[in-house]
Protein backbone atom coordinates (compact mmCIF):
# COMPACT_ATOMS: atom_id res chain seq x y z
CA UNK A 1 0.00 0.00 0.00
CA UNK A 2 1.54 3.50 -1.29
CA UNK A 3 1.20 5.99 1.47
CA UNK A 4 2.05 9.43 1.88
CA UNK A 5 4.67 8.40 3.53
CA UNK A 6 6.25 6.04 1.57
CA UNK A 7 5.45 7.48 -2.04
CA UNK A 8 8.47 8.19 -3.59
CA UNK A 9 9.11 7.89 -6.86
CA UNK A 10 11.96 6.47 -9.30
CA UNK A 11 12.69 6.33 -12.74
CA UNK A 12 15.83 4.53 -13.12
CA UNK A 13 17.39 3.95 -17.14
CA UNK A 14 13.97 4.21 -18.71
CA UNK A 15 13.86 4.37 -22.28
CA UNK A 16 11.23 4.40 -24.41
CA UNK A 17 10.01 4.92 -27.60
CA UNK A 18 6.57 5.00 -29.25
CA UNK A 19 5.87 2.21 -32.07
CA UNK A 20 7.30 3.35 -35.27
CA UNK A 21 8.30 6.48 -33.14
CA UNK A 22 11.76 8.20 -32.55
CA UNK A 23 13.17 7.65 -29.14
CA UNK A 24 11.84 9.76 -26.49
CA UNK A 25 13.83 8.74 -23.34
CA UNK A 26 17.46 6.95 -23.58
CA UNK A 27 18.32 6.09 -20.11
CA UNK A 28 16.51 8.65 -18.69
CA UNK A 29 16.93 8.34 -14.54
CA UNK A 30 15.74 10.39 -11.28
CA UNK A 31 14.23 10.18 -7.83
CA UNK A 32 11.74 12.10 -5.72
CA UNK A 33 11.53 11.10 -2.50
CA UNK A 34 8.03 11.09 -0.62
CA UNK A 35 6.27 14.22 0.01
CA UNK A 36 9.02 16.35 -2.41
CA UNK A 37 7.84 18.48 -5.23
CA UNK A 38 9.93 18.01 -8.42
CA UNK A 39 9.39 20.37 -11.76
CA UNK A 40 9.57 19.57 -15.29
CA UNK A 41 10.33 21.55 -17.97
CA UNK A 42 10.41 20.92 -21.46
CA UNK A 43 9.83 21.98 -25.00
CA UNK A 44 6.92 20.94 -27.03
CA UNK A 45 7.32 17.16 -28.22
CA UNK A 46 10.02 16.30 -25.27
CA UNK A 47 8.03 13.81 -23.56
CA UNK A 48 6.54 15.28 -20.80
CA UNK A 49 3.20 13.70 -20.88
CA UNK A 50 4.62 10.53 -22.34
CA UNK A 51 7.05 10.69 -18.70
CA UNK A 52 2.74 10.63 -17.17
CA UNK A 53 1.49 7.86 -19.73
CA UNK A 54 3.94 5.56 -18.70
CA UNK A 55 3.76 6.63 -14.52
CA UNK A 56 0.00 5.18 -15.07
CA UNK A 57 1.06 2.75 -17.12
CA UNK A 58 -0.31 3.10 -20.35
CA UNK A 59 2.61 2.58 -22.08
CA UNK A 60 5.57 0.50 -20.71
CA UNK A 61 9.38 1.24 -21.44
CA UNK A 62 11.47 -0.83 -23.73
CA UNK A 63 13.99 -1.12 -20.93
CA UNK A 64 14.85 0.15 -17.22
CA UNK A 65 11.89 0.26 -14.19
CA UNK A 66 10.00 2.83 -12.96
CA UNK A 67 9.85 1.97 -9.31
CA UNK A 68 6.68 4.07 -6.67
CA UNK A 69 7.63 3.43 -2.88
CA UNK A 70 10.55 1.06 -3.78
CA UNK A 71 8.31 -1.10 -5.89
CA UNK A 72 8.22 -1.58 -9.34
CA UNK A 73 5.12 -0.44 -10.98
CA UNK A 74 4.61 -3.69 -12.93
CA UNK A 75 4.36 -5.28 -9.97
CA UNK A 76 1.69 -3.48 -8.50
CA UNK A 77 -2.04 -4.17 -9.47
CA UNK A 78 -3.31 -1.42 -11.64
CA UNK A 79 -6.18 -0.71 -9.64
CA UNK A 80 -3.79 -0.03 -6.74
CA UNK A 81 -1.14 2.40 -8.78
CA UNK A 82 -3.84 4.20 -10.38
CA UNK A 83 -5.40 4.99 -7.01
CA UNK A 84 -1.82 6.32 -5.79
CA UNK A 85 -1.41 8.92 -8.23
CA UNK A 86 -3.36 11.81 -9.24
CA UNK A 87 -3.07 13.38 -12.57
CA UNK A 88 -4.26 16.61 -13.26
CA UNK A 89 -4.14 16.28 -17.27
CA UNK A 90 -3.52 18.85 -19.81
CA UNK A 91 -6.72 18.42 -21.46
CA UNK A 92 -9.52 17.37 -18.28
CA UNK A 93 -12.45 15.41 -19.87
CA UNK A 94 -15.75 16.37 -18.53
CA UNK A 95 -19.15 14.80 -18.58
CA UNK A 96 -22.25 16.58 -20.43
CA UNK A 97 -23.51 16.86 -16.72
CA UNK A 98 -23.54 19.54 -14.34
CA UNK A 99 -20.67 21.79 -12.61
CA UNK A 100 -21.35 19.74 -9.02
CA UNK A 101 -21.44 16.47 -10.89
CA UNK A 102 -18.66 16.53 -12.76
CA UNK A 103 -16.30 17.56 -9.47
CA UNK A 104 -18.51 15.31 -7.40
CA UNK A 105 -17.92 12.13 -10.14
CA UNK A 106 -20.66 9.44 -8.49
CA UNK A 107 -19.39 8.54 -5.59
CA UNK A 108 -22.46 8.16 -3.54
CA UNK A 109 -20.20 7.84 -0.32
CA UNK A 110 -18.57 11.28 -0.38
CA UNK A 111 -20.03 14.04 1.48
CA UNK A 112 -21.24 16.96 -0.63
CA UNK A 113 -19.46 19.63 1.69
CA UNK A 114 -16.20 17.93 0.37
CA UNK A 115 -17.00 19.19 -2.91
CA UNK A 116 -16.95 22.76 -2.22
CA UNK A 117 -14.32 22.32 0.43
CA UNK A 118 -12.30 20.98 -2.70
CA UNK A 119 -13.52 23.51 -5.57
CA UNK A 120 -12.67 26.15 -2.67
CA UNK A 121 -9.10 25.10 -2.81
CA UNK A 122 -8.92 25.14 -6.54
CA UNK A 123 -9.66 28.63 -6.95
CA UNK A 124 -12.96 27.50 -8.80
CA UNK A 125 -16.10 28.05 -6.28
CA UNK A 126 -15.51 31.89 -6.62
CA UNK A 127 -16.33 31.66 -10.35
CA UNK A 128 -18.72 29.42 -10.30
CA UNK A 129 -20.86 30.72 -7.56
CA UNK A 130 -21.35 34.30 -10.30
CA UNK A 131 -22.68 31.60 -12.73
CA UNK A 132 -26.47 31.82 -12.82
CA UNK A 133 -27.07 28.30 -11.88
CA UNK A 134 -23.59 28.17 -9.75
CA UNK A 135 -22.88 24.35 -9.06
CA UNK A 136 -26.29 23.18 -11.42
CA UNK A 137 -24.24 24.85 -14.57
CA UNK A 138 -24.68 22.27 -16.83
CA UNK A 139 -20.98 22.34 -18.69
CA UNK A 140 -22.10 21.32 -21.95
CA UNK A 141 -20.77 18.96 -24.47
CA UNK A 142 -17.32 18.07 -22.99
CA UNK A 143 -17.01 21.09 -21.09
CA UNK A 144 -17.36 23.77 -23.77
CA UNK A 145 -18.78 26.43 -21.39
CA UNK A 146 -15.83 25.95 -19.67
CA UNK A 147 -12.42 27.87 -20.08
CA UNK A 148 -9.03 26.37 -20.65
CA UNK A 149 -8.25 27.59 -17.27
CA UNK A 150 -11.71 26.59 -15.26
CA UNK A 151 -11.64 23.67 -16.62
CA UNK A 152 -7.98 22.37 -15.43
CA UNK A 153 -8.91 23.75 -11.83
CA UNK A 154 -11.57 21.61 -12.16
CA UNK A 155 -9.24 18.72 -13.03
CA UNK A 156 -7.17 20.08 -9.58
CA UNK A 157 -10.44 19.64 -7.51
CA UNK A 158 -10.71 16.26 -8.60
CA UNK A 159 -7.44 15.46 -7.63
CA UNK A 160 -7.65 17.25 -4.28
CA UNK A 161 -11.16 15.02 -3.76
CA UNK A 162 -8.91 12.01 -4.69
CA UNK A 163 -6.90 12.43 -2.07
CA UNK A 164 -4.05 10.25 -3.19
CA UNK A 165 -0.36 9.80 -2.04
CA UNK A 166 1.24 11.35 -5.47
CA UNK A 167 -0.58 13.94 -7.84
CA UNK A 168 1.09 14.90 -11.37
CA UNK A 169 0.01 18.16 -12.81
CA UNK A 170 0.42 18.92 -16.24
CA UNK A 171 -0.31 22.18 -17.58
CA UNK A 172 -2.19 23.02 -20.14
CA UNK A 173 -0.83 24.11 -22.83
CA UNK A 174 -3.60 27.01 -24.18
CA UNK A 175 -2.44 30.77 -23.18
CA UNK A 176 -3.39 31.60 -19.67
CA UNK A 177 -4.03 35.29 -18.83
CA UNK A 178 -2.23 36.17 -15.31
CA UNK A 179 -5.28 35.78 -13.10
CA UNK A 180 -5.91 32.45 -14.44
CA UNK A 181 -2.30 31.35 -13.94
CA UNK A 182 -2.07 32.95 -10.46
CA UNK A 183 -5.34 30.88 -9.44
CA UNK A 184 -3.92 27.83 -10.97
CA UNK A 185 -0.77 28.28 -8.82
CA UNK A 186 -2.36 29.00 -6.44
CA UNK A 187 -4.64 26.07 -6.41
CA UNK A 188 -1.98 23.44 -7.54
CA UNK A 189 -0.05 25.01 -4.36
CA UNK A 190 -2.54 23.67 -1.75
CA UNK A 191 -3.24 20.35 -4.08
CA UNK A 192 0.56 18.97 -3.58
CA UNK A 193 0.72 19.66 0.14
CA UNK A 194 1.68 16.72 1.72
CA UNK A 195 1.80 14.67 -1.41
CA UNK A 196 4.33 14.02 -3.93
CA UNK A 197 4.35 15.79 -6.90
CA UNK A 198 5.46 16.25 -10.24
CA UNK A 199 4.24 19.61 -11.59
CA UNK A 200 4.63 19.54 -15.71
CA UNK A 201 4.69 23.23 -16.77
CA UNK A 202 5.65 25.63 -19.45
CA UNK A 203 7.88 27.71 -17.93
CA UNK A 204 10.42 27.74 -15.04
CA UNK A 205 8.71 30.32 -12.91
CA UNK A 206 5.50 28.10 -12.77
CA UNK A 207 7.52 25.40 -10.60
CA UNK A 208 9.97 27.94 -9.06
CA UNK A 209 8.67 26.79 -5.54
CA UNK A 210 9.90 22.48 -6.75
CA UNK A 211 12.77 20.96 -4.57
CA UNK A 212 14.10 20.19 -8.00
CA UNK A 213 13.69 20.98 -11.20
CA UNK A 214 14.62 18.87 -14.16
CA UNK A 215 14.87 20.35 -18.35
CA UNK A 216 13.76 17.90 -20.25
CA UNK A 217 15.03 17.82 -24.16
CA UNK A 218 16.05 15.45 -26.97
CA UNK A 219 15.59 12.00 -25.06
CA UNK A 220 16.53 12.94 -21.66
CA UNK A 221 17.99 15.76 -18.77
CA UNK A 222 20.05 18.31 -20.14
CA UNK A 223 19.60 20.03 -16.90
CA UNK A 224 18.58 20.02 -13.23
CA UNK A 225 18.70 22.09 -10.20
CA UNK A 226 16.50 24.38 -8.11
CA UNK A 227 14.97 27.08 -9.58
CA UNK A 228 17.83 29.55 -8.39
CA UNK A 229 20.27 27.22 -10.21
CA UNK A 230 19.14 27.26 -13.55
P1 LIG B 1 3.54 19.38 -24.98
O1 LIG B 1 4.34 20.40 -24.24
O2 LIG B 1 3.15 19.89 -26.33
O3 LIG B 1 2.39 18.83 -24.22
P2 LIG B 1 5.04 16.93 -24.42
O4 LIG B 1 6.41 17.20 -23.92
O5 LIG B 1 4.01 16.60 -23.41
O6 LIG B 1 4.56 18.16 -25.33
P3 LIG B 1 4.49 14.29 -25.46
O7 LIG B 1 3.02 14.36 -25.55
O8 LIG B 1 5.06 13.50 -24.35
O9 LIG B 1 5.15 15.74 -25.49
O10 LIG B 1 5.00 13.69 -26.84
C1 LIG B 1 6.36 13.40 -27.09
C2 LIG B 1 6.53 12.96 -28.55
O11 LIG B 1 5.87 11.71 -28.75
C3 LIG B 1 5.92 13.91 -29.57
O12 LIG B 1 6.80 13.99 -30.67
C4 LIG B 1 4.62 13.26 -29.96
O13 LIG B 1 4.27 13.57 -31.27
C5 LIG B 1 4.93 11.80 -29.80
N1 LIG B 1 3.75 11.00 -29.40
C6 LIG B 1 2.90 11.29 -28.38
N2 LIG B 1 1.97 10.34 -28.25
C7 LIG B 1 2.22 9.42 -29.22
C8 LIG B 1 1.61 8.19 -29.61
N3 LIG B 1 0.55 7.70 -28.95
N4 LIG B 1 2.15 7.52 -30.66
C9 LIG B 1 3.24 8.00 -31.30
N5 LIG B 1 3.86 9.15 -30.99
C10 LIG B 1 3.37 9.85 -29.96
MG1 LIG C 1 2.19 17.33 -22.94
Not at 28 to 45: A, E, M, N, T, Y
Not at 76 to 94: G, N
Not at 129 to 149: A, I, M
Not at 183 to 207: F, N, P
Request: net charge neutral; hydrophobic share 40%.
Amino acid sequence: NVTAQTASIEFKDVSFKYINGKPIFNNLSFSIPPGKKIGIVGGSGSGKSTMVRLLFRFFEPQSGQISIAGQNIKDLDLTSLRRAIAIVPQDCVLFHDTIFHNLHYGDLSRPHQDVYTASKMAELHNSVVTWPKGYETQVGERGLKLSGGEKQRVAIARAILKDSPIIVFDEATSSLDSITESAILQALKAATVGRTSICIAHRLSTVADADEILVLENGGITDRGTHADL
